[in-house]
């Protein structure tokens, strides 16, 4: 069987770059966000200049819901408001803290990212043929700064998924590009992935 005879593996992909760079943004708070509801909508209300309307408009409820949750005669939300409460409050909590952290991984610090995935990048039967491997790198700060203004652009997790592939590619098995700047690596079938700043 050929290269061209065996079968791509398709990557099975999920939310889990976000969901890693939203964990790592997490680590870095160096005060804990609002846990309550009420004292979620109250940060929120702040972020929206008072506007009860525009507030709504960002959870998706009406303002009456709004209300309730701020005058405390509701205390446990649904599901659905529980998650947006809690990404909104984690989205607008320490911007600063975060901005430096982003400027610092940019400029020269870069991120380490660690995870359990499939990589490939040579003919089956091989010691270079595709396998899960588990990994952890520092990738360069011109790789953390794509990623990151690409996550800032709203980039989904696939739009993220080449970007995050280069970067792991070119720190662990190109070294920075030396002796072997052309090797395609395939990256496929994340388990879990964490990154830190």
């Not at 889990?16 to 846990?35: N, Q, S, V, Y």
């Not at 659905?80 to 400029?107: D, F, G, I, N, Y």
């Not at 993220?160 to 690596?185: P, S």
């Amino acid at each position: 069987m050929t290269d061209h005879d065996s079968p791509r593996r398709q990557p099975k992909r999920s939310a889990r770059i976000l969901d890693g760079l939203a964990r790592a943004e997490r680590a870095l708070f160096t005060r804990p966000a609002p846990k309550s509801a009420q004292a979620q909508m109250k940060f929120l209300r702040k972020r929206e200049k008072g506007s009860i309307k525009s507030l709504a408009e960002r959870l998706g409820v009406s303002r009456k819901t709004v209300q309730r949750y701020l005058s405390g005669a509701s205390t446990k939300p649904n599901k659905r408001l529980q998650q947006a409460l809690t990404q909104e409050t984690e989205s607008e909590w320490q911007p600063q803290v975060r901005a430096h952290a982003r400027q610092r991984a940019a400029t020269s610090g870069g991120l380490v990212i660690s995870c359990r995935a499939y990589f490939g990048f040579g003919p089956d039967g091989t010691s270079d043929a595709g396998r899960v491997r588990d990994l952890s790198v520092a990738v360069a700060p011109f790789h953390a700064a794509a990623i990151l203004a690409a996550q800032e652009d709203g980039a989904t997790d696939s739009d993220l998924h080449n970007l995050m592939a280069e970067a792991i590619a070119d720190a662990y098995f190109r070294q920075g590009g030396g002796g072997c700047a052309g090797l395609k690596v395939e990256f496929a079938d994340v388990e879990w992935l964490d990154i830190a700043f």
